[in-house]
């Protein structure tokens, strides 16, 4: 059997390495297909965002918007939902502390929730055909604790500061 007809026969065969037909094409550009997720960016989804606005607040919510937001080349839009829910909680916080009302026990979880539902439709609304063909992130989890975490203790100092204020001390 000579060279020629050895190359020839490989010719003929398909490279098992090669990428399939969808990954080519959309490393190509020619177009998007749902089937290619390598190039879909990793996003938090609408459960993810309502667990952490309810458990820290709307910041937190808006913080992993944010983050969506900046995993699609978007970063103003980010921006804007975090100052958005950062102006609501500056003035949501020194309101509450003025009335000075003692407060049901099941009011601050219907708040919660309340927060968990206003941010899961901002986030169905704004970004829900983004989320269809995101990709899964990696330690959603850890980063969502994070981002929790982080926002808590935020509030817990301005809570903080505006009590010391309204009692009339300084800092």
């Known amino acids: 059997m000579s060279t020629a007809t ?6 003929n065969q398909a490279n098992p390495f090669a990428p399939t037909k ?14 290619a997720q390598s190039d879909s960016q990793p996003l938090f989804n609408t459960s993810q965002i309502a667990v952490a606005s ?3 607040s709307p ?3 808006s913080i992993l918007l944010a983050y969506n937001f900046g995993k699609l080349n ?3 839009r980010g921006r804007i939902a975090v ?17 000075d009302v003692d407060f049901p026990r099941g009011l601050s979880s219907a708040i919660g929730l309340l927060y968990a539902a206003a941010m ?12 269809k063909n995101a990709g899964k992130m990696t330690y959603a989890f850890m980063k969502l604790l994070a981002v929790v975490g982080g926002s808590l203790a935020l509030l817990a100092l301005y809570a903080v500061m505006v009590e010391v204020m309204m009692s009339g001390g300084t800092f």
């Open 54 to 56: 309810f458990f820290a």
């Open 83 to 99: 100052l958005l829910a950062a102006g609501f909680m500056l003035m949501l916080i020194p309101g509450i502390a003025a009335i």
């Open 74 to 76: 978007q970063a103003r």
């Open 22 to 35: 969808a990954v080519a094409e959309t490393r190509n550009g020619d177009r998007k297909t749902a089937d």
């Open 120 to 131: 899961a439709l901002i986030t169905k609304t704004v970004m829900g055909d983004e989320l």
């Open 59 to 61: 910041l937190a919510g």
């Open 6 to 11: 050895i190359i020839d026969k490989r010719k």
